[in-house]
């Protein structure tokens, strides 16, 4: 025999009601929020899973966001590509009826004057800019691309492409550098010989001194005087006793900073000295929890500069190029140049009355006509593109192109204009492999939304599935549990009837 006392009876009753209430609690507010789960503990799976797919929501969501805020810059390229090639066959019409036997030195000039309009009007394309942002300048948006210059565009973006994030490890660009489509950018890499004064373009680097801290707490002064190069630097860095060890960073246009530190108290920081500017201008102010990669220092091309240098460290392969200069023509072989003051010789030495030489940004070649009567026209040979890839013509030096008929026009040599035809049609060429380019991308960022956008859906249904009541069963188990709990009270009630001798226990 057991015997039940009061307080057991008591202590029973009361956790019964407690029990009933709690549940009777939570059945109201899974009608109430219309959630099934409140709290991890209402579910700790299906909470774990409700997370996952509440991060993968957010995640698509972001990249929606990404693709409809930056399709408008690749919808704008599409346009300014399109003017550009309404402008290219326009000069082209232009040039072929001012060689037509009724085309006179007046008729002519009055062409010229058209494409001095069709130049204008492809360099306000080849500067469109969308929200403050240059599209054609690469990742220097803020940088306008393109200015003319006396026979050739010039162009100051950079040769990076500026990508966003449209999937997960997927960066799609979203426009075309100018050095790719419009005009040209050698981009020498660095090495050791590298002046400094060639480096940001030509501006140089400040005299001066920077303190580098590494990551141990230790610091050092280096200077940097004028006439020094990359490899002074370098080797002035590694010899200044700190736990960091300087090098030509792996993309070949910057200075890269390693911190081997025992012991980590900071980060390894450079700093400017007296208020200079050294440290900013080699591309290293600033601090890291880690190694420093310094930033793009743009080298301009020099007559030292080797073609085995160009396009970031890949090199050029140099070919024929065709140079005509009124009455005067010449094929010139590039292929045994090894610097580019090799390639300014020959063509200097090419008997054709012209003067080759580097342009005002330091990054592709210009030429020019001695003869002020006539334009010195470059094409390229057969399927080469040497004459592309040096900035002298054809192919994507669009505006160049452009540029070279309005001086022939301009001067009535009929064998420059014969020669602008074929730089006009390889420029068209450019314009539609690009246009073709940035519609693959375009196609390639709606197909990649309409995935997100079906995924928000799928995995939104999931979500309910997961944390989302039926409100069915719930009104079921509501109307239960009120039926119980009264129940209870009315059993617990007619149970538990106190006398007397509770009170008198």
């Known amino acids: 025999m057991i015997r039940v006392t009061s307080q057991i009876m008591q202590r029973t009753a009361i956790s019964r009601i407690f029990k009933i209430t709690e549940q009777l609690f939570r059945a109201q507010v899974e009608i109430s929020s219309g959630k099934r789960i409140q709290r991890p503990s209402d579910d700790p799976s299906g909470m774990r899973d409700s997370l996952v797919i509440r991060t993968s929501l957010s995640q698509a969501s972001q990249f929606i966001r990404n693709i409809n805020n930056n399709g408008l810059f690749m919808q704008s390229a599409d346009s300014a590509l399109d003017t550009l090639g309404q402008?290219?066959?326009?000069?082209?019409?232009?040039?072929?009826?001012?060689?037509?036997?009724?085309?006179?030195?007046?008729?002519r000039g009055f062409a010229a004057i058209e494409v001095e309009q069709l130049v204008q009007q492809a360099l306000e394309a080849a500067n469109t800019r969308v929200k403050n942002h240059f599209i054609f300048s690469g990742t220097a948006v803020r940088e306008r691309p393109f200015e003319e210059g006396p026979s050739a565009a010039v162009y100051h973006g950079n040769t990076e492409n500026f990508r966003i994030e449209i999937d997960s490890d997927t960066r799609l660009a979203i426009g075309l550098p100018g050095s790719d489509v419009l005009g040209v950018?050698?981009?020498?890499?660095?090495?050791?010989?590298?002046?400094?004064?060639?480096?940001?373009?030509?501006?140089?680097?400040?005299?001066?001194?920077?303190?580098?801290?590494?990551?141990?707490?230790?610091?050092?002064?280096?200077?940097?005087?004028?006439?020094?190069?990359?490899?002074?630097?370098?080797?002035?860095?590694?010899?200044?006793?700190?736990?960091?060890?300087?090098?030509?960073n792996s993309a070949g246009n910057g200075i890269a900073l390693v911190d081997s530190s025992p012991l980590i108290l900071g980060p390894l920081s450079v700093s400017e000295v007296a208020?200079?500017?050294?440290?900013?201008?080699?591309?290293?102010?600033?601090?890291?929890?880690?190694?420093?990669?310094?930033?793009?220092?743009?080298?301009?091309?020099?007559?030292?500069?080797?073609?085995?240098?160009?396009?970031?460290?890949?090199?050029?392969?140099?070919?024929?190029?065709?140079?005509?200069?009124?009455?005067?023509?010449?094929?010139?072989?590039?292929?045994?140049?090894?610097?580019?003051?090799?390639?300014?010789?020959?063509?200097?030495?090419?008997?054709?009355?012209?003067?080759?030489?580097?342009?005002?940004?330091?990054?592709?070649?210009?030429?020019?006509s001695n003869d002020p009567a006539s334009a010195a026209i470059v094409t390229d040979v057969g399927?080469?593109?040497?004459?592309?890839?040096?900035?002298?013509?054809?192919?994507?030096?669009?505006?160049?192109?452009?540029?070279?008929?309005?001086?022939?026009?301009?001067?009535?040599?009929?064998?420059?204009?014969?020669?602008?035809?074929?730089?006009?049609?390889?420029?068209?060429?450019?314009?539609?492999?690009?246009?073709?380019?940035?519609?693959?991308?375009?196609?390639?960022?709606?197909?990649?939304?309409?995935?997100?956008?079906?995924?928000?859906?799928d995995q939104t249904a999931q979500l309910a599935k997961i944390e989302d009541?039926?409100?069915?069963?719930?009104?079921?188990?509501?109307?239960?549990?009120?039926?119980?709990?009264?129940?209870?009270?009315?059993?617990?009630?007619?149970?538990?009837?106190?006398?007397?001798?509770?009170?008198?226990?």
């Open 87 to 107: 402008s290219l066959t326009r000069a082209r019409e232009l040039a072929l009826g001012a060689l037509n036997g009724t085309a006179t030195a007046e008729t």
């Open 185 to 248: 950018d050698l981009n020498p890499a660095l090495d050791a010989a590298t002046l400094l004064d060639d480096l940001n373009g030509g501006a140089g680097v400040s005299a001066g001194s920077f303190q580098i801290t590494d990551r141990s707490g230790a610091s050092a002064s280096v200077a940097v005087a004028p006439g020094m190069t990359v490899g002074d630097v370098v080797a002035a860095i590694n010899g200044a006793g700190l736990n960091v060890t300087a090098s030509i």
């Open 275 to 368: 208020g200079g500017s050294t440290a900013a201008d080699l591309g290293l102010l600033g601090q890291r929890d880690g190694d420093l990669q310094g930033a793009d220092l743009n080298p301009v091309v020099t007559t030292q500069t080797l073609i085995a240098s160009l396009e970031g460290g890949q090199g050029l392969t140099l070919g024929d190029i065709q140079v005509t200069n009124g009455a005067a023509s010449a094929t010139i072989d590039l292929s045994g140049a090894v610097t580019m003051g090799d390639v300014l010789a020959l063509i200097n030495g090419a008997g054709v009355n012209v003067t080759a030489g580097i342009n005002s940004a330091g990054n592709a070649l210009t030429i020019d």
């Open 383 to 457: 399927l080469g593109n040497t004459a592309e890839n040096l900035g002298l013509g054809g192919g994507r030096n669009v505006i160049t192109a452009l540029i070279k008929l309005k001086l022939a026009l301009e001067r009535n040599d009929t064998p420059g204009i014969i020669a602008s035809l074929d730089n006009l049609d390889g420029a068209l060429g450019s314009v539609n492999q690009s246009r073709a380019i940035i519609g693959a991308n375009l196609r390639l960022a709606e197909n990649i939304e309409f995935t997100h956008e079906q995924d928000i859906v």
């Open 469 to 505: 009541s039926d409100l069915v069963q719930s009104a079921s188990d509501l109307a239960r549990l009120e039926q119980a709990l009264q129940a209870t009270l009315g059993t617990t009630a007619r149970i538990l009837q106190p006398t007397l001798l509770d009170f008198l226990r």
